[in-house]
T-cell receptor
Framework: SQQGEEDPQALSIQEGENATMNCSYKTSINNLQWYRQNSGRGLVHLILIRSNEREKHSGRLRVTLDTSKKSSSLLITASRAADTASYFCALGSYNTDKLIFGTGTRLQVFP | DSGVTQTPKHLITATGQRVTLRCSPRSGDLSVYWYQQSLDQGLQFLIHYYNGEERAKGNILERFSAQQFPDLHSELNLSSLELGDSALYFC??????????????FGPGTRLTVL
């Protein structure tokens, strides 16, 4: 399957802790994006990292990409209850004509 | 607010019926995408239109069809509905011609329930 596989499927942490979620894939990619989805709502784009980049930051988000291992990780530092959501990686490649979404990680942050 | 609007928010209908979902992209965006999200299948890409023309097709059933109009809004038509079609249907838009570089902006979704 071309789909990204995310790990863990679900994660529960306390406010203030860091949350790390991983995305592994099998195809070659040109970029990888991360999206957040609050329950039953539309997805919101968080960050895009290109295949020639290894790390990218945006606020409390840090994304890494290891193309040799075909994996990416999303780190949310100092998490807040408002970070409670599902997080999806999405694979972008010139070899396909569509964005391929991963299976998602459900993050629950307890106050 | 992403700037993408979808109507209706909720739709409840019976098996065998036909429904139309509507999407208005962000101002200036030329691409519209349709996705289906269900608990067992995850987020599935259905179809992509760019400036009125079909650009890419995903796992779209033959009972489903879509189009993008000259004003760039799009409609997704679902016919001969089955129980398994119950899902959240999302529309997204982007400024350019599509993946891999485009950021997609998602609408709030239409929740379809088929009874």
């Amino acid at each position: 399957s071309q789909q990204g596989e995310e790990d863990p499927q679900a994660l529960s942490i306390q406010e203030g802790e860091n949350a790390t979620m991983n995305c592994s894939y099998k195809t070659s990619i040109n970029n990888l994006q991360w999206y957040r989805q609050n329950s039953g709502r539309g997805l919101v784009h968080l960050i895009l990292i290109r295949s020639n980049e290894r790390e990218k930051h945006s606020g409390r988000l840090r994304v890494t990409l290891d193309t040799s291992k075909k994996s990416s990780s999303l780190l949310i530092t100092a998490s807040r209850a408002a970070d409670t959501a599902s997080y999806f990686c999405a694979l972008g490649s010139y070899n396909t004509d569509k964005l391929i979404f991963g299976t998602g990680t459900r993050l629950q942050v307890f106050p | 607010d992403s700037g993408v609007t979808q109507t209706p928010k909720h739709l409840i209908t019976a098996t065998g019926q036909r429904v139309t979902l509507r999407c208005s992209p962000r101002s200036g965006d030329l691409s519209v995408y349709w996705y289906q999200q269900s608990l067992d299948q995850g987020l599935q890409f259905l179809i992509h239109y760019y400036n009125g023309e079909e650009r890419a097709k995903g796992n779209i059933l033959e009972r489903f069809s879509a189009q993008q109009f000259p004003d760039l809004h799009s409609e997704l038509n679902l016919s001969s509905l089955e129980l398994g079609d119950s899902a959240l249907y999302f529309c997204a838009s982007s400024a350019g011609g599509g993946p891999p570089g485009d950021t997609q902006y998602f609408g709030p979704g239409t929740r379809l329930t088929v009874l």
